[in-house]
């Protein structure tokens, strides 16, 4: 029996990028991995590491060369490459994209692109705003069709109150239950 295929699709959330690529690396095991990045999370070195190195990082992992142009993201839909996409880590700004439709990273294009056939985007947010000016991005993608969510929570109450992060340790429980077509309960976890 073949593997699933999944779609690892990075954004700018670099501080999340070693707990995303550990997860991702469990996954392998599991699943047959293409590697997606956005053009920030690709092209845009941090305090944490160069963009070089993750994405070689990610290429090694999955044995294969980064999407991260809209148009090599494009074709994901149309043949059907994709069982699951995995938008990991997933920022307040792409939550806001994808909630709004925006289609301007390989990261959106790949999950508009693999939408249109009715297929599971799984996503792990990462937002310090995700109690405040992501909510609502939170709220409308909580109720489409074919998004779930990776069970998130608050990870600094008390110096960032309004910030959100995905539960890494239950990312390959979530991915199974995505692909089942089902949310993971319960969405908000203890940290």
Do not use: W
Not at 146 to 168: E, M
């Amino acid at each position: 029996m073949s593997k699933k295929r999944v779609g690892l699709a990075m954004t700018g959330s670099y501080c999340t990028y070693e707990r995303a690529l550990d997860a991702f690396s469990r996954l392998a095991a599991d699943y047959d991995l293409v590697p997606i990045m956005s053009d920030t999370a690709s092209q845009t070195d941090s305090r944490f590491g160069s963009a070089e190195s993750f994405k070689k990082r990610l290429e090694a992992l999955t044995g294969r060369p980064v999407i991260d142009t809209v148009t090599g993201a494009e074709p994901i839909g149309p043949q059907g490459l994709l069982d699951l996409l995995l938008i990991a880590p997933c920022t307040g700004n792409t939550l806001a994209k994808l909630a709004l439709g925006i289609t301007d990273s390989a990261v959106l294009m790949a999950a508009k692109s693999h939408l249109r056939n009715g297929r599971p985007v799984l996503i792990a947010v990462s937002s310090n705003d995700g109690l405040s000016g992501s909510a609502q991005n939170i709220g409308a993608l909580l109720n489409r069709r074919n998004i779930y969510f990776v069970p998130f929570y608050q990870d600094d109450p008390q110096r960032k109150p309004r910030s959100l992060a995905a539960r890494y340790d239950r990312l390959g429980e979530a991915a199974e239950a995505a692909l089942e077509g089902r949310q993971l309960q319960p969405i908000l976890a203890a940290d």
